[in-house]
């Protein structure tokens, strides 16, 4: 069964502050990983797209990995911002790249 | 970019009555559109594929009657709750991908549904 676990569920940090969150999947066949952000009352938008092959990439602050060989990814949010506080969730897509597991999301909230 | 489009934001109605969700995709044209619903604090589960033209495809467990989805033509989808419920309220969310662009898989902005 294809799943998406992360970790961890909710996490707090100060504004300013580096936090990473974690995704391991077990999805088969593999077409790409996504991270997505999720605000509050609002659609996911697209952070990073990576595929087998890619190991590494950024968004502005946004840093994710790729570990194929683990099935893990991480999401790496540099100099935290107060608007950096939503739901961020990891997606696998299979197949020919049009279905998809959802992580459970990790909600991160950013405070003064 | 992809665009995907959806309305209204949010929407109060009463038991008993229907309520429609229009997903757009603004520059490109998609013969599969996708719904979601989310729960809160939970992540999002697709209910039906859109198929413009023929039938949409439902997930195991969501009641074909009572979301009715019209994909009518290539750039819009609709969704349907008919006999609304305090238990139909949830977050309701679309998605599109631009043919032949499987990076393009874009979600709408959601609509909030609330059943009293």
């Known amino acids: 069964k294809n799943q998406v676990e992360q970790s961890p569920q909710s996490l707090i940090i100060l504004e300013g502050k580096n936090c990473t969150l974690q995704?391991?999947?077990?999805?088969?066949?593999?077409?790409?990983l996504r991270w997505y952000k999720q605000d509050t009352g609002r659609g996911p938008v697209s952070l990073t797209i990576?595929?087998?092959?890619?190991n590494t990439k950024s968004n502005g602050r946004y840093t994710a990995t790729l570990d194929a060989d683990t099935k893990q990814s991480s999401l790496h949010i540099t100099a935290s911002q107060l608007s950096d506080s939503a739901s961020y969730i990891c997606v696998v897509f299979t197949g020919g790249g049009n279905k998809l597991t959802f992580g459970t999301g990790t909600q991160l909230k950013v405070e003064l | 970019g992809a665009v995907v489009s959806q309305h209204p934001s949010w929407v109060i109605c009463k038991s008993g009555t229907s309520v429609k969700i229009e997903c757009r995709s603004l520059?490109?044209?998609?013969?599969?559109m996708f719904w979601y619903r989310q729960f809160p604090k939970q992540s999002l589960m697709l209910m039906a594929t859109?198929?413009?033209?023929?039938?949409?495809?439902?997930e195991q467990g969501v009641e074909k009657d009572k979301f009715l989805i019209n994909h009518a033509s290539l750039t819009l989808s609709t969704l349907t709750v008919t006999s609304a419920h305090p238990e139909d309220s949830s977050f309701y969310i679309c998605?599109?991908?631009?043919?032949?662009?499987?990076?393009?898989?874009?979600f709408g902005s959601g609509t909030r549904l609330t059943v009293v």
């Open positions: 520059d490109f044209q998609a013969t599969t």
């Open positions: 990576m595929t087998f092959s890619e």
């Open positions: 995704c391991n999947y077990t999805v088969s066949p593999f077409s790409n």
């Open positions: 859109s198929n413009e033209g023929s039938k949409a495809t439902y």
């Open positions: 998605s599109a991908q631009p043919p032949r662009d499987s990076y393009g898989y874009t």
